[in-house]
């Protein structure tokens, strides 16, 4: 703890004196502390469902001020103020179920239309032009990476889905355009299908996955056959998301059919130049 304390004082004659006064009693005392918090709780709402983790180490500070009221009795306010407070880890990124709960929870409370869930690129909204550029390049290789990209797809989503994930969520009525789908994902052993009183949750393996297609990667398997089984409910036309390789390629409904017409989105390998002579 540092702690800096200021208080009243008097000044002294340096000249010597055969008597003094005797120094008045301090009757407000002011503190400033460094308060670290390395031991606590964090509490939030993830959906709408509460959880209580672990918190990490939080830097902090506090002001005291106090006044003496009676000798060695001193009434006073010290509010105290912790930054950058957060779990240890993210149960988003350490606990896929918890992203599993709240989809099941989302698809038996509330009357959605559609909704999905997995791994999606993070960005800083002041820069979202740079940001979405960055993610272009990235989701031609990342395909189970989605763009956050709602401000586009709202125009789209009232009628089709955005697209699919690790977990889809399908309403009742939207998924009546679908039913030969569900009855094939319904025999597909390595797709869980849940229903419940607004929908469907559809969970395309274990976990959330990346999957990179610059290597051969076939793990996205059951997002493409989710996809597929779903393909009536996908838009045939989505609106440029905001990124300038997005508008200049004109391939943003490629990126959103990528898990029923690959090759839309897949990268077109270059030739290379044949030699003079």
């Known amino acids: 703890m540092i702690v800096a304390i200021a208080g009243t004082a008097r000044a002294q004659d340096s000249t010597v004196a055969t008597a003094s006064a005797p120094a008045p009693k301090r009757k407000m005392h002011v503190a400033l502390m460094f308060l670290p918090m390395s031991n606590g709780s964090f509490t939030a709402v993830y959906g709408g ?33 912790l930054l950058n407070v957060k779990p240890k880890e993210d149960p988003i990124t350490t606990d896929p179920a918890v992203l599993l709960r709240l989809a099941h929870g989302v698809a038996e409370t509330v009357e959605l239309r559609s909704g999905h869930g997995g791994l999606v690129s993070e960005y800083d909204p002041w820069w979202d032009g740079l940001a979405l550029d960055e993610a272009f390049a990235r989701a031609r290789r990342f395909w189970g990476v989605d763009i956050d990209s709602m401000s586009s797809s709202l125009f789209v989503t009232e009628e089709s889905i955005k697209g699919i994930n690790w977990i889809t969520l399908v309403a009742h009525p939207m998924m009546g355009r679908a039913e030969a789908g569900l009855g094939e ?73 990528r898990f029923i017409e690959p090759a839309g989105w897949e990268p077109q390998m270059r030739s290379p130049p044949t030699p003079p002579g």
């Open 185 to 257: 994902l319904k025999a597909d052993g390595g797709i869980q299908v849940n229903e419940h009183r607004h929908g469907f949750v559809f969970v395309a393996g274990p976990q959330p996955l990346a999957g990179d297609r610059s290597r051969n990667d076939r793990s996205l398997e059951p997002y493409f056959r989710v996809a597929l089984a779903l393909a009536p409910l996908f838009p045939t036309t989505h609106p440029d998301i905001s990124s300038s390789r997005f508008k200049a390629s004109g391939l943003t409904t490629a990126w959103i059919r």
């Open 49 to 81: 469902m509460p959880a209580t983790l672990d918190a990490a180490f939080a830097p902090g500070g506090a002001i005291s001020v106090g006044w003496e009221v009676a000798p060695g009795l001193t009434v006073g306010l010290a509010p105290q103020l």
